[in-house]
């Protein structure tokens, strides 16, 4: 098992900037990919990015391409999310996830979820 615990979540104006962090514990000597997604209401949960379990691939989102970026700490055991240049579109709930190895951008590939972070953009 895996847990996982987002934090960094926040009340930002438009244009901010804020990060994200997402703490593995659990069986993490096992090689496990990571990965953002968000919900927002009314709406179904995206993909946001993705890191494989090296941290030698990534993966983003069209909409936040350019904004976002995602890295990861391997000695901590965390992943983190840093969000520029943020809009009112990217307000929603934020999930961090986990599963073996590789990253994938479906929801549904996942293993392990987080409880999630709100992100709210103000504008």
């Known amino acids: 098992q895996v847990q996982l615990v987002e934090s960094g979540g926040g009340l930002v104006q438009v244009g901010g900037s804020l990060r994200l962090s997402c703490a593995a514990s659990?069986?993490?000597?096992?090689?496990?990919?990571m990965g953002w997604f968000r919900q927002a209401p009314g709406k179904e949960r995206e993909f946001v990015s993705a890191?494989?379990?090296?941290?030698?691939?990534?993966n983003y989102a069209k909409s936040v391409k350019g904004r976002f970026t995602i890295f990861k700490d391997a000695d901590e055991n965390t992943v983190y999310l840093q969000m520029n240049g943020l809009e009112p579109e990217d307000t929603a709930v934020y999930y961090c996830?986990?599963?073996?190895?590789?990253?994938?951008?479906?929801?549904?590939?996942?293993?392990?979820w987080g409880l999630g972070t709100q992100v709210t953009v103000s504008s």
């Open positions: 996830a986990a599963r073996p190895y590789s990253f994938a951008t479906t929801a549904g590939e996942y293993n392990y």
């Open positions: 659990g069986r993490t000597s096992s090689p496990f990919a």
């Open positions: 890191i494989n379990w090296n941290g030698g691939a990534t």
